[in-house]
């Protein structure tokens, strides 16, 4: 059965003087000399390969096409840099939380 709603999940990393973009749902990879670059060919690539799978030529063939996966190296890779960014925005939130907190404090008792 197709799905309905679709989340893909990618990720783009520099390697030497190339951006490399990856996606680790439909294992679909593409290389460019910009960031900008990259991430349109990778969307590009993604709509392309999606609409294939879809509506297109390949719609027989959807089900498989839209459960390929990225090698494992790829999905651990992405869910690595997941959560150190994450974990860098919640250290980032709390400890400004904590120091916005501290100033505000000790601005209202200097003025005591």
Known sequence: MLKKNLTIRSYITKQDKLWVGVCIDLSLATQADSLEECRHQLEEQIESYLFDAIEGE?????????????????????????????????????????DLFVKKRSLSHSHI
């Open 58 to 98: 390949d719609k027989e063939f959807s089900e498989q096409l839209l459960n390929r996966r990225a090698p494992l190296s790829q999905v651990l890779y992405y869910h690595a840099f997941s959560l150190l960014a994450f974990l860098h925005l919640t250290r980032c939130r709390l400890f400004g939380f904590v």
